[in-house]
Nanobody, 121 residues
Framework: QVQLVESGGGLVQPGGSLRLSCAAS????????MGWYRQAPGKERELVAI???????NYADSVKGRFTISRDNAKKSVYLQMNSLKPEDTAVYYC???????????????WGQGTLATVSS
């Protein structure tokens, strides 16, 4: 079984920063992509940033220049540094990973439980 656990959310004023962390636990699996999605109340979940197993990084246009995704393969972790935060960044942020389990020939999408980031003055 593979689990993802996020942390680092909280309340911050506009212009402030937060750093989100996500760690994968378990054994008998390998990870391809890791990334971050977010969902605000009443809105659809959207991609924020993603890093592939090949090293490619993609950001949503709304966060380019403000957010930075990074990855530590040894720790099986992914991070999201969020700077210059705006009220419209308020959402539950979810960690996502595409993993291959031992004995399986198919990739599996795994989601964390989410962490809430609130940007308000």
């Amino acid at each position: 079984q593979v689990q993802l656990v996020e942390s680092g959310g909280g309340l911050v004023q506009p212009g402030g920063s937060l750093r989100l962390s996500c760690a994968a636990s378990g054994s008998g699996f390998s990870i391809n992509t890791m990334g971050w999605y977010r969902q605000a109340p009443g809105k659809e979940r959207e991609l924020v940033a993603i890093t592939t197993g090949g090293g490619s990084i993609n950001y949503a246009d709304s966060v380019k220049g403000r957010f930075t995704i990074s990855r530590d393969n040894a720790k099986k972790s992914v991070y999201l540094q969020m700077n210059s935060l705006k009220p419209e960044d308020t959402a539950v942020y979810y960690c996502n990973a595409r993993v291959l389990r031992t004995g399986s020939v198919r990739w599996l999408e795994v989601w964390g439980q989410g962490t809430l980031a609130t940007v308000s003055s």
